[in-house]
């Protein structure tokens, strides 16, 4: 095919250059991939911030007075930074 044949786009219901069409279900099939990609990503940082959930919850159980330690200093280094 030339760059000069016309072409009928099915989806868009429009003719045009077939190198265009190209170039537009390229850029789709990309999309398509990111797409993809981006949800597998997603998906394994879901898993990963339910794992370490589990974790720290299973260490609250274990050490409940220094977890509750923990969580007041914390609150005590926001509450100052929060000052300045």
């Known amino acids: 095919m030339s760059d000069d044949e016309y072409v009928y786009d099915e989806e868009s219901g429009e003719w045009m250059p077939a190198s265009e069409l190209a ?5 789709a099939e990309g999309v398509e991939q990111l ?5 597998a990503a997603f998906d394994s940082l879901r898993g990963n911030a339910r794992d370490l959930e589990e974790q720290v919850l299973a260490n609250v159980r274990e050490k409940p007075l220094t977890s509750l330690a923990i969580a007041a200093g914390v609150g005590f280094l926001f509450a100052v930074l929060s000052r300045r």
């Open 35 to 39: 797409r993809a990609q981006g949800e």
């Open 23 to 27: 170039a537009k279900r390229a850029a």
